[in-house]
Each structure stands twice: as C-alpha cells, then as structure tokens.
C-alpha cells in the first residue's frame, strides 16, 4: 500500500503531487483535511501571509458547514463538540461569532499538525508553518502555498479536494463497509454513484475524482488538463477499453472505475485520436499504474476496484492483461500518439 503513495510522489516530485498526495492518500477520521485544504486554497489567493486562527476558522467552518447540511457524519467518532457546533450554526442555534469561538478552541486540535502527514510520514515541503509562540495562535503561509497558485492545475485543485471529500463522507453516510460499497459510473451525467437501499445517491463528478490520480495530464500524451467546464480543453472521460465491447464482454463491467480514463478531446476524439481502438500496451502498464495509485487511498474507489479486477496486485495485473487479449482479438488495431510532455506517472 505505502509503495503506490510513494511512487505516486516520487515519479514525478512537484509541488502538484504533494498537494495531491495530502488530499488523495491516507485514512481519514474526520473530514478536516478538506476543509483545511480548502481554506487555504481560499486565503493563499488574498497574499495576505500571517493567518490567525480566528481569520482560518472563517472558511474552515464554512466548508464544514455547508458538508454537514448534505452528511451529517463528517468523522468516524460518535463524539465532537466541534462538529456540534457546526450543526447548533445551521439550526440557527448559536451566532456565527460562537461557531468562530467554538472553531478555534476545539476545530485545530489536531489537523493543523497533521496536515501534511502521509503514510505516517511528513512530506518534503510546506504549504505552511505553525507559529504558537509566546500565546500566539497563528499559521504563516509558505511560499510552496503561493506557487501552487500560479501551477496550470489551479484551477482544478479545489474540485479535486471537494471530490474526494464526497467520496469519504459517503461511506462514512452510508455507514457501509468499504468493501460493501460499490460506486458506479453514470456515462450521460459522468457522475459516481451509489445504490443505497435501492436508493441512488449522486457522490461525485468523475472527472473531479479522477485527475488527481493522474495530475492533471492527459492519460495518453500527459497534456495539460482540465476538470471545469469552461475550459475549451476540459477533458474527457474515456474508456480505455472502448465501450463498444460491452455486448461482447457481459461478464465485465467496462463502466467501472478501473477502466475509466481522463484524455485531453484531441487524444480521445480529435484527428487521429483513439475512438474504439485498443491502446497499445505501453498504455496497459500505465493503466495498471494509475489504478493501484487509486487503491493506494482509502475510500470507495479502491475497494470497487479491488472488487472488479482482483484482490492483489498480482490478480489485477492478469485481469487486464487477459481484457487486453480478448479486446484485440475483436477489434484487431492498437492506438497510440505521441506524448507532448514528459511522463508523469
């Protein structure tokens, strides 16, 4: 499990994959990771460097807030006076300066330190320091904070954060074992799902779960991409395994996560570009790679995967493999293209 995070980090060092790698990897308790890196995705913008508690529990509340109307449960534990407070604010139970006061005295105990921790283990940079000398309660942001802003992948960082906080809370909503919970794939919508008591609950876009796995490169020629919709190269969601082959393949769920992709629009459906041909193998090993950086993390996609391609890495390995054969024996052409960046993943 620690070598997928590793390699995740190491393969290409970048202040991008740091980031990711506090967001996509780890085992969550609570949810105040997100809401800490969404504060500071908020504030770094400002230039203002010094933030007291006070000021960071302005936004740090608010995204727990907002959570907690659409899932209620946003930790593991039964208990949190934090959390509390946040639902006596949306109640309209106690004024938006007690929620502060609350914040700051139960909200940080323990995020603010454990921040950038992953796999038991402090990342090689900062996003931002801790300053509580003499009575002070403050956090100083760093320059890394600021040239995370100034990345081609700005954009996406928020969505990226907000999707995998959905995907989190919903297991814990559901109070449903990993293993028992299955996500699913929505092609007209390109959203995750859940079924829950025959109940379908909307988690996540797929695009906003997915690029972080992939920083933010196209999977086949490591283009720039991008999650929103305004972008006129907002990427696609493509199958590596064309879809196609679904009526040939009844056994395989070619919807599922672990066959899913994102492509920039001119590798995907532009001049030359893929359509409903087999990648060349090169792409399988990259493919292979990508899913174990998801089963690296712990929420529903890693087990949906392991529950579609196999329980070891050995087994999922030889499940593609054995989906590659058959898709080229029905339809007999590889693609490829040239990659226009150097290889992230």
Known sequence: MADGIEVFKEQYPSLESYWRSIILFGRNVASYKFALAESLLELAPTGKTIITLDELAVPFSKYLCQHIENSPKQATSQKSQFLDACKQYNDGLISHQKLIDITVAKGFNNVIDAFHVVNRGNIPVEFYKKDYANGKKRIILTD??????????????????????????????????????????????????????????????????????????????????????????????????????????????????????????????????????????????????????????????????????????????????????????????????????????
């Open 144 to 345: 890394e904070i600021y040239k995370l802003q100034e990345t081609p992948f700005a954009d996406n960082f928020a969505l990226e954060t907000e999707s995998r906080w959905n995907l989190v809370e919903t297991a814990w909503e559901l109070n449903i074992s990993r293993n028992l919970l299955n996500v699913r794939y929505d092609e007209e919508s390109k959203i995750f799902f859940v079924d829950s008591n025959f109940k379908r609950k909307d988690v996540t876009s797929a695009r906003g779960a997915l690029n972080g796995y992939q920083k933010g490169k196209c999977f086949y020629c490591f283009d720039d991409i991008t999650v929103s919709g305004d972008d006129t190269n907002t990427c696609d969601v493509d199958h590596f395994f064309p879809h196609t082959l679904q009526h040939l393949f009844p056994d395989i769920n070619l919807d599922g996560v672990w066959n899913l992709v994102l492509t920039c629009p001119a590798c995907n459906r532009g001049e030359g570009g893929k359509f409903a041909r087999v990648p060349a193998t090169k792409y399988l090993t990259r493919l292979h790679k990508r899913n174990e950086f998801l089963i690296s993390s712990h929420h529903p996609l890693r087990e949906t995967i392991i529950r579609q391609t196999g329980a070891t890495e050995q087994e999922r390995r030889a499940f593609l493999a054995s989906v590659d054969q058959r898709a080229i024996d029905a339809l007999v052409h590889r693609w490829e293209t040239p990659e226009v960046a150097p290889a992230t993943f």
